[in-house]
Structures are given as C-alpha cells and as structure tokens.
C-alpha cells in the first residue's frame, strides 16, 4: 500500500521513478482535484506507477491518494472490512466478462456515494455499455498517461452548477533585489484594469512586504491574521482583511514588523488560498526570494510561475537553479516563464538575451529596460509604474506579460466604453453572486 504525501511528490518529480516530460499536454481540460480520498487497485506496475506519477502532480495536492496492488479482487477483498473512499479506480487487464462480474462483486461492498474509474485493456463498445449500466464514472483504455488520470478525475467531479475556481501566479525573484515584487504588483493592477476583472494580490513577505508601500496604504496584518487564525478562517473574515485599491485590485498586505520570526510548516496557506481562488478568478502571489517549506508548497501548487532576474551573472545562476529545479518539481507544467528585469544599468556588465536564453534553454517572456527616474517617482508618490506611466513602455511590458501568463487579449478601447458602464451598475450585484457561487467577474 502507497501513501502519497507531499516530500514523496517532491521526491518523485525531482527524478525519481518515472519520468514525465513527454505526458505533458496543456490542451487537455485539466481542473484542480477536490479535497477527497481516492483508493486505486491496480493489477500491472505500469498503472501503478502512472497514478503515483499523477498524485504526485500539484492539481491532486488536496486529495489523498492510496495505491494498492491487485486488481479489483484485492478492492473487494479490502472492502469487506473497510469503509469505501470517494472514488475508487480499478486498473484491470481482465477480459470484458471477467471485468464486468468482478464489478458487481465490487458494487456489494461500496457506499452508494463512492464512484468508480476503471482503466482496462478492453477496447468494446459492449464493455463500454456495461460499464454505463453499472453507473461506472469513466473508462479509460491502458495505457494510460498521468495527465490523462488528473484531467478524468477532474471530469468526474466537475458537476454543472461547479464554481470556477480562480487561477493562481506566483511571483519570485532569482536573487534578492531582482524586482520581482515590483513587477508582481503592476502586473496585478494590468490585469484587472486591461481585462476589466477583480485580481487579489497578496504580499507573502511579512518581514519586510512592500505592497502596502508601493499602494500608499498602511499596512496592516491581513495575511498574518490570515494564516495565524485557520480554524476561523471564512469567506466573510477574510473579506475584511482585504484592503481595496481602484475598481478591481484587492490586497493582502503584510504586517512589515521584525518583533517575531515568520516560520510556517508547509500547509499554513492552504486554507487562505483555497478562499482566494474561490472568490477571485485571478490571485498574485508576491513570493519572497527564499527556501522555506511554505515556500515551495506555493511555488509547486501555483497555475503559473513568473522568475524575474536582472541580466547578469548572479541573476542568470538564480534563474538556471530556479527553473530547473521547478521543471523538476512540476513535469506535467510548461516551464516557469522568466522576466528580465533592470536591463542597461549603466556601466554594470550583462549577459546578452541571446546568451541568458541559451543558458536556461528558455527564453525570457519580456525584457524590463533600467529606468530609475521613472520607478522612483512613482514610489516617491506611492504608485506603480503602469498606473502613474500608462504609456511608458515598462507600463506596456507589464501589460504583455499579464496577457502572456493570462492567455487573454485586452479589451479594446471600444467594448471598454461600451461594457464598462454596465460591469459598473451590476457591481454590486456580481460581487453578491460571486459570494454565493465562485469567483469573481470568472474568466
């Protein structure tokens, strides 16, 4: 029997086992698991170590998956004496006949609510109906891919009237002073006033945050009562700990205090990012330049990774450990998208694009010219550069780059002036719906 917890995730896609680079497929319709137990019995190793290999992925961190050998005559063995979780998979190399009597054998020792997945060898229509009539959830012919287990289990519990759950950008610099929180924060004010949508930035660092100062807000302990209070932690406590800024920028600013340490264990976010997600359709993570538990945890569940660097030696060592480590730990992903940032600071020796590019084997998403006057004024006046410059072009860069991790388009001039009076007057009324059903304005 087989526990996946999360040091054997980071143990499985650090290397070892099976590898899982050519299973990545991001056109597949792949949403986050639930917080349910999923029990899987399986009768061949290479089954087996494809949904090891997909428990260990960051879209099944919330569920508890437990891989057993034997086949569905182990499951109702096992079941006799144990309570069923809420899905079970079955992966069978039993012919069409076998298979089906052995289910309903199985269907004598389940819970009415538990749910069955079967991956078998048997490519029938007339298997295929059986399964149906026993109100078998999916099939899915071996072999199967890890990826193609996540997106099926997310099928599975993705009912019709299912909240849309918000996305996830983790932002972090490859060494300290690379600007990393800089670029989180105007790429969060980008998105919600290019896509006119509701985006929470939360600040991560509470030693030393800078959100509340590059806003112009005091900053107050948002996230650290956040996480310091989860058994009390809902939907209506964590609104008023939100400080506003404009129409659709939410922030979870940071104490800012050195009177005490900030150690966490690994799931102390956990909670707080399950109701960000639920209640905004996009959520920014301004992430400290550090190694901790807590920080890796929100590196690995995070939909999408921004490492910013400055063009020299230093920042190109950060990124390569960065980026390769990360690929590492998230086989199914495409790779962490990179930002150069500071580039031309006069008399400081860089790394040509071409060259920093070739060194990742990546290439940076955009590149953010050195500016000090234009970055300093807009601190001075506690603003950022894309809202204080709209038409510098930092301010576009900031702009591609929500695009880019986004995938969306911006509104155009025109179905700005036409929509944006509406989205104005039904306000109130979405953020009352987005309470009762999901995020926020949901892309």
């Given at each position: 029997?087989?526990?996946?917890?999360?040091?054997?995730?980071?143990?499985?896609?650090?290397?070892?086992?099976?590898?899982?680079?050519?299973?990545?497929?991001?056109?597949?319709?792949?949403?986050?698991?639930?917080?349910?137990?999923?029990?899987a019995f399986c009768d061949t190793s290479e089954t087996s170590e494809a949904i090891e290999f997909a428990a260990a992925d960051r879209r099944m961190s919330n569920a508890k998956v437990t891989v057993m050998a034997g086949g569905i005559a182990a499951a109702v063995r096992y079941y006799q004496k144990t309570p069923t979780p809420d899905l079970i998979i079955i992966g069978s190399k039993d012919p069409s006949d076998r298979l089906v009597q052995q289910l309903d054998a199985l269907a004598t020792v389940c819970d009415a609510s538990t749910k069955i997945m079967v991956i078998g060898a048997s490519n029938d229509i007339r298997l295929y109906r059986e399964l149906v009539r026993r109100d078998v959830s999916e099939y899915l012919l071996a072999p199967v891919e890890p990826l193609s287990v996540i997106a099926t289990v997310s099928r599975i519990y993705r009912g019709s009237g299912a909240a849309k759950l918000g996305k996830i950008y983790a932002f972090v610099g490859a060494k300290g002073g690379a600007g990393s929180s800089t670029v989180a924060h105007n790429v969060a004010w980008s998105i919600g006033q290019r896509f006119d949508k509701d985006v929470l930035l939360i600040d991560m660092d509470m030693a030393f945050g800078t959100a509340a100062l590059n806003f112009d807000r005091?900053?107050?302990?948002?996230?650290?009562?956040?996480?310091?209070?989860?058994?009390?932690?809902?939907?209506?406590?964590?609104?008023?700990?939100l400080t506003k800024y404009g129409n659709h920028l939410n922030l979870l600013t940071a104490p800012v205090a050195l009177d005490k340490s900030y150690d966490f264990d690994e799931g102390a976010f956990d909670q707080m990012l399950d109701i960000a997600r639920a209640n905004f359709p996009y959520v920014v993570l301004d992430v400290p330049h550090q190694w901790t538990a807590w920080a890796k945890k929100t590196l690995f569940i995070a939909?999408?990774?921004?490492?910013?660097?400055?063009?020299?030696?230093?920042?190109?060592?950060?990124?390569?450990?960065?980026?390769?480590?990360?690929?590492?730990?998230?086989?199914?992903?495409?790779?962490?998208?990179?930002?150069l940032n500071q580039v031309g600071i006069a008399k400081r020796p860089e790394i040509k694009l071409k060259k920093f590019a070739e060194a990742l084997q990546l290439e940076p998403v955009i590149s953010i010219a050195s500016d000090p006057k234009l970055f300093g004024q807009a601190e001075n006046v506690g603003q950022i550069v894309a809202e204080s410059s709209s038409r510098s072009k930092a301010a576009h860069s900031f702009s591609e780059l929500?695009?880019?991790?986004?995938?969306?388009?911006?509104?155009t001039p025109k179905r700005l002036g036409g929509l944006s009076s509406l989205f104005r007057r039904t306000g109130s009324c979405q953020t009352e719906k987005a309470k009762q059903g999901g995020p926020r304005d949901a892309a």
């Open positions: 029997m087989t526990k996946i917890t999360f040091d054997m995730v980071v143990q499985k896609n650090m290397g070892i086992g099976i590898t899982g680079t050519s299973w990545r497929n991001e056109d597949l319709d792949v949403g986050r698991i639930p917080r349910i137990a999923i029990h005091d900053p107050v302990k948002g996230i650290a009562d956040a996480i310091s209070n989860p058994d009390r932690l809902d939907e209506a406590m964590f609104e008023r700990l939909d999408e990774l921004v490492i910013t660097a400055a063009p020299d030696l230093p920042g190109l060592t950060g990124a390569k450990h960065l980026v390769d480590t990360l690929r590492k730990l998230r086989p199914l992903d495409a790779p962490p998208k990179v930002v929500a695009q880019s991790i986004t995938g969306r388009k911006q509104l």
